[in-house]
Each structure stands twice: as C-alpha cells, then as structure tokens.
C-alpha cells in the first residue's frame, strides 16, 4: 500500500511569505500529525488531527496552523516566514495510537 | 518544546561492535518507541514497548521499557554499516497521541 505522501520535497521561501505544505496519510489512516525538525531542536511537535478536527497542539506560534479534509489529507501553512522557520516538516499517520505512526519523507523548507 | 534526554548524542564503532543508548525523562510514559532515521528520509518504527518492564527484540534490536516508566534503552548487535543512521526515542502519555521525542543518537559504523 502507498505509504504517507508529503509535497513538495523542497521548498525555498522568502522571509514574510507563506507557504502550504501537504499531506497524504496512508488509505484509512484517520490521524494525521505534523512535526517539525531542526538540528538544535530535534522533532518537536506541532499539531494532530483526527476526523478533521484539531486534537493536540505543540507549543508553536499562530503564524503555524493546519487543517484536515474529509479525506483525511491534511495541510499545514505558516504565514509571515522567518528564518528560523527553515527546517524538515514531517507528517506522520495512524489507525489509532501513536504506535502505529507512519512518517512520510518530509518537506525541507528553507527561508532565505 | 518538551524533549526526552537521550544519550549518547553520537557514536563511531566498529562493525560487528554492539551498540547501547538510552533515554530518560522527567514524565511517566505508558508507551515507548524507538526509531531510526536515514538522511533525507522520516523516521521508522523499530520498536513498540507497552509494559514497565518489558524486554522486547527485532532481529539484533533489544529495547527494554524500564520500570520507573521514565526511561528506556535500546540495544544493537553485532553491527553491520546500514545501521548506520540516526536513533530516536519518543514517549506517548495516557491521554494524547502526541510523541514527544528524544535528542536523538547518530551512529557511524566502521568496516
């Protein structure tokens, strides 16, 4: 079976833009949560959605939000880039529990 | 953002050397993963630990939930170069789905 699909690959954004990262969970997988990696933070948490409605939230400014369809696809943006921002942004999917996570390969974003 | 301490940060052995780390934190977790992380790629699930005090293998991989519930270590065998990569722990609560992940371990292995 297709595993989690995130596009793009790569991005190059300009401080002040924003910009829309996707997520394609595994068929049936109902959860989708999204982390974001640095080298000096490691994988830190930023949201879980679960049936289209937002069940945790990391510690993240608002300029970070995300969404879920009804096909459980999800979206992340972040609005009013900073350099700081630039990292790897991973998606990960489940049936239920976090053990059963699936991670995709991840969106380099890099604001220059 | 909360983190698990894991450690060491890096590693450079021989091939055919076991391999040890370890993670510690301050919470109680009821579940405890490992994962390894190749470049470019998201991480993969190595090892689901449910139980304090559960030992638990996959292949060369032996992870052992401790019976505090607030830490947890994995251990490699005889390691082989695509062990190559980078090692996390992360631990779930009772009430969330959210995993908080550890510093992670890079290891390098040698011919």
């Known amino acids: 079976k297709a595993g989690v699909t995130q596009t793009p690959r790569y991005l190059i954004k300009t401080r002040g833009q924003q910009v829309t990262l996707s997520c394609s969970p595994i068929s049936g997988h109902r959860s989708v949560s999204w982390y974001q990696q640095t080298p000096g933070q490691g994988l830190q948490f930023l949201f879980e959605?679960?049936?289209?409605?937002?069940?945790n939230k990391g510690n993240f400014p608002g300029r970070f939000s995300g969404r879920q369809f009804s096909n459980s696809r999800s979206e992340m943006n972040v609005s009013t880039l900073e350099l700081g921002d630039s990292a790897l942004y991973l998606c990960a999917s489940s049936l239920v529990g976090a053990d059963g996570y699936t991670f995709g390969s991840g969106t380099r974003l890099t604001v220059v | 953002g909360q983190q698990l301490n894991q450690s060491p940060q890096s590693m450079f052995i021989q091939e055919g050397e076991d391999v040890s780390m370890n993670c510690t934190s301050s919470?109680?977790?009821?579940?405890w993963l490992w994962y390894k992380q190749d470049p470019g790629e998201g991480p993969v699930l190595l090892i689901a630990l449910y139980k304090a005090g559960e030992l638990t293998s996959n292949g060369r991989l032996t992870a052992q939930f401790g019976i505090t519930r607030k830490d947890s270590f994995l251990n490699i065998s005889a390691s082989i170069p695509s062990d190559v990569g980078i090692y996390f722990c992360?631990?779930?609560?009772?009430?969330?789905?959210?995993?908080?992940f550890g510093t992670g371990t890079r290891l390098q292995v040698f011919p």
């Open positions: 919470s109680i977790f009821n579940t």
């Open positions: 992360a631990g779930q609560s009772y009430n969330t789905d959210k995993l908080i």
């Open positions: 959605y679960f049936s289209e409605t937002q069940r």
